[in-house]
């Protein structure tokens, strides 16, 4: 069963490394799946990985600041590994340092293709009710070891950044 009402834990989250594919995209031009299927098969080409968590970004910018972020309007999502260093790039992959900061992390159980609402209720109804403002830094999931993408037994780690 689908989780959708869940209560985060408040975190700071240290600076963390990153190495992966991005890609520009907008809500009603979805291309997650071109972006992740041209990751998966090179992901063990990032031979200074961390771990094995699979990381998905999101980088909004001001336009979800200040409320004016749409169906339409264009921000660059991630598919990425968390890295020790930058030492080895593949070819054709770029880096991105994460910023440390407080997070809302959510823990989500669930299919992935119906994690929607449980979004939706996290931007629609938590955030505002919490007494936290959206940061300007990096949306985040962590896809780790329970990860199981469409299957209802999934588990996700969805990181909003805050301020009080």
């Not at 071109?34 to 998966?40: D, G, Q, T």
């Not at 001001?62 to 030492?87: M, N």
């Not at 997070?103 to 936290?132: D, H, M, R, V």
């Not at 949306?139 to 780790?144: D, F, K, N, Q």
Request: hydrophobic share 35%.
């Amino acid at each position: 069963m689908t989780t959708y009402k869940i209560d985060p834990v408040i975190k700071t989250i240290p600076e963390k490394k990153l190495i992966g594919i991005h890609r520009s995209m907008t809500l009603s031009n979805d291309t997650t799946f071109e972006l992740w299927r041209s990751l998966m098969p090179r992901r063990k080409e990032i031979s200074n990985a961390l771990n094995p968590d699979l990381i998905s970004m999101q980088l909004f910018g001001k336009p979800l600041i200040d409320g004016s972020f749409t169906q339409e309007t264009p921000f660059e999502k991630w598919a990425a590994i968390e890295v020790t260093d930058f030492e080895n790039i593949p070819v054709g992959m770029d880096s991105y340092i994460v910023p440390p900061g407080l997070y809302a992390c959510f823990a989500y159980k669930g299919a992935a293709n119906e994690a929607q609402p449980t979004i939706q209720y996290i931007y629609q109804e938590w955030l505002p009710a919490s007494g936290y403002k959206p940061d300007n830094r990096p949306h985040i999931t962590v896809m780790g070891d329970k990860y199981k993408g469409n299957d209802p037994d999934s588990e996700e780690e969805f990181r909003i950044p805050i301020v009080l």
